[in-house]
C-alpha cells in the first residue's frame, strides 16, 4: 500500500472511532447523566448547569460555547483538527 492509501485508511479510523465514541457518550448523557442532574466536566456540564440553573436549552449553550473554542482552535491548531473536531461535536 502506498503512503496515501495508509493514510486515507488511518483517517477512516479516526472518523470511525470519534463517530462510535461521540454516539456512546450522547446516549449516557441523554438517558442517564442529565434526566438525573448529574454534571460532567466541559462543554457539556457547563450547558448542564446552564439548564438546571436557567432553563436555556442545553443544545444552544453547548452549541455557543463550542463555536467560540472552534475560532479558537481554527487559528491555533488548523483546519484539520478543526473538521474533526466539528465531525465529533
Not at 20 to 47: D, R
Not at 50 to 72: D, E, K, R
Amino acid at each position: 500500500m502506498t503512503l496515501t492509501k495508509l493514510k486515507f485508511w488511518a483517517d477512516i479510523r479516526d472518523y470511525i472511532g470519534i463517530g462510535v465514541g461521540m454516539i456512546s457518550y450522547s446516549i449516557g448523557w441523554n438517558v442517564f447523566l442529565l434526566p438525573n442532574s448529574i454534571t460532567t466536566g466541559g462543554v457539556p456540564g457547563i450547558s448542564s448547569v446552564l439548564f438546571w440553573g436557567t432553563g436555556f436549552p442545553v443544545q444552544w449553550s453547548y452549541f455557543i460555547i463550542n463555536a467560540a473554542l472552534l475560532l479558537a482552535a481554527l487559528k491555533i491548531l488548523g483546519f484539520k483538527f478543526c473538521v474533526k473536531t466539528i465531525y465529533g461535536v
